[in-house]
């Protein structure tokens, strides 16, 4: 039986190593391989090669594939210094990883020759704990619970579709939660809004809003807006800066106006409506699909569109819809899966049934189309009236 | 013989039902077919003898719109879905 430093020698014999002169020609040369640190997570946060990924030796094996799905893929592996990764390196090619290499000297050679180094940003200790449902995900990880908590997400209306999504990306740690509404609480609301409560009875939906989700989650600004979504605060709410907005509005007014203001601001915008049993979800993402309207490019007469409160909704249904828009928006975020774009989800609560129809951008659409008509904000109220629009 | 699936809205004009049956060729035989004995329908689904701008109707998943709209032709035992806009959010 070899001892340890035999079973090394034998190791470094079968894989390929490279010193630091030589990674460092790899490392800028283009058709850079994937950079993997195999050290333990203090030592990664100590200070890494940039631009690496960590991935402790230990997890190699089972995490690797999602990293590199391409066998032929270039790999260079590093440690401490240069026997971990050796070991490493010969695992990889027994799963069949054909272009491994490993750092001779590791990390403690790279930093001694005074190569670039950069410190990660880490979760702290109590973040790792809140989210660590998340850092185990392969898509999420650490980087992308970072990135979650650098996102900013505005939430039109903080009644049935908003109480899931804003509970929910709040709860995932989305730094920056916007909530547009000039509404109070009332008892009618909470057979479904669960951002509510009976004690805040006659509150501004968004102060309360506020106060719930920064209960759940302290990590998470909330910045409320008490006031109706319009022609003449759009362009101030949007400078204060959103990665991604969930349409949850209430009547037609509001969503074309926070379409046209998407598309001109090239925000993706997650779409949901409901009507007793049913809903609807769907992603308008600027550049990459219709917009609302090239789905709809007109609102029906009023007297064809009840809305909730002449219809009725059931009240678990915001909660299913809402909760799909929250979905859509994390993965923007992350900027991870396959957005709802393109797609309408139709959910039937009756039936329990999804069905999708395909959306197209359409290239006469007057605001995403190839020659837009509509360049700047129209009088949203009289275009959904049924009279002549100005634009 | 088609089934055009009713939106919640509309439900009301045909009696409560989800899926109504209907007979044509063309998207534009069946909606007259289903107006034709619902005509209550006819003014939240056509306007001026096309389909209302703010009605999609959907052949197997497919805006009729990005066919040939009215005119698209339908196979026996195809699933048409109308969609107007809904608004409701609260």
């Known amino acids: ?391 | 013989m088609s089934r055009i699936r009713i939106p919640p809205m509309l439900r009301g004009d045909v009696g409560g039902a989800r899926e109504v049956p209907a007979e044509g060729d063309t998207v534009r035989e069946l909606l007259f077919d289903l107006m034709g004995r619902f005509p209550s329908l006819r003014p939240q689904l056509v306007e001026d003898d096309e389909i209302a701008p703010f009605v999609n109707v959907y052949l197997e998943g497919e805006d009729v719109r990005t066919l040939e709209g009215l005119e698209t032709s339908v196979d026996d035992g195809s699933t048409v879905i109308l969609l107007p806009a809904m608004a409701g959010g609260f």
Request: hydrophobic share 35%; proline share 7%.
């Open chain 1, 1 to 391: 039986m070899p001892n340890y430093r035999e079973l090394l020698q034998q190791v470094k014999s079968e894989i390929d190593e490279v010193d630091v002169t030589q990674a460092r020609g790899l490392l800028d040369a283009p058709g850079r391989p994937l950079v993997v640190d195999v050290r333990e997570l203090d030592e990664w946060t100590e200070g890494r090669i940039p631009g690496a990924i960590h991935i402790p030796r230990g997890n190699l094996e089972s995490r690797i594939e999602q990293a590199a799905p391409d066998r032929a893929q270039s790999i260079f592996l590093y440690c401490a210094a240069g026997n971990r990764s050796a070991f490493a390196a010969k695992s990889l090619e027994e799963l069949g990883y054909e272009n491994v290499v490993s750092l001779a000297g590791g990390y403690t050679d790279w930093k001694r020759s005074g190569l670039p180094t950069e410190l990660p940003r880490t979760l702290d200790g109590e973040k790792r704990q809140r989210y660590s449902r998340h850092v185990l995900i392969p898509e999420v990880g650490e980087e992308g619970q970072l990135k979650l908590l650098d996102s900013r997400v505005l939430l039109l209306g903080a009644g049935g579709l908003g109480s899931p999504s804003a509970l929910y990306l709040a709860a995932a740690g989305v730094g920056r939660l916007g909530i547009v509404d000039d509404d109070k609480v009332d008892a009618s609301n909470l057979q479904r809004q669960v951002l509510h409560s009976t004690s805040r009875l006659g509150e501004w939906k968004a102060e309360s809003a506020k106060r719930t989700l920064e209960e759940l989650n302290p990590d998470v600004e909330v910045v409320p807006y008490i006031e109706r979504l319009t022609s003449e605060n759009v362009e101030r709410i949007l400078a204060d800066g959103w990665d991604v907005i969930i349409d949850g509005a209430d009547n037609f007014p509001t969503r074309y106006l926070i379409n046209d203001a998407a598309v001109w601001h090239d925000i993706p915008l997650v779409h949901g409506s409901i009507y007793r049993f049913e809903g609807q979800a769907t992603v308008f993402k600027p550049g990459d699909g219709p917009c609302y309207r090239c789905l709809f490019p007109q609102p029906p007469p009023p007297e064809l569109a009840p809305s909730c409160a002449e219809g009725g909704v059931l009240g678990v249904l915001p909660g299913i819809v809402g909760s799909l828009q929250a979905s859509e928006a994390l993965k923007l975020c992350l900027g991870i899966g396959e957005p709802l774009v393109g797609r309408l989800l139709l959910f039937d609560a009756l039936a329990t049934e999804f069905s999708e129809v395909n959306l197209r951008r359409d290239p006469n659409c007057p605001v995403c189309g190839d020659s837009p008509t509509i360049t700047e904000y129209v009088d949203y109220v009289e275009f959904c009236s049924g009279r002549p629009a100005h634009a």
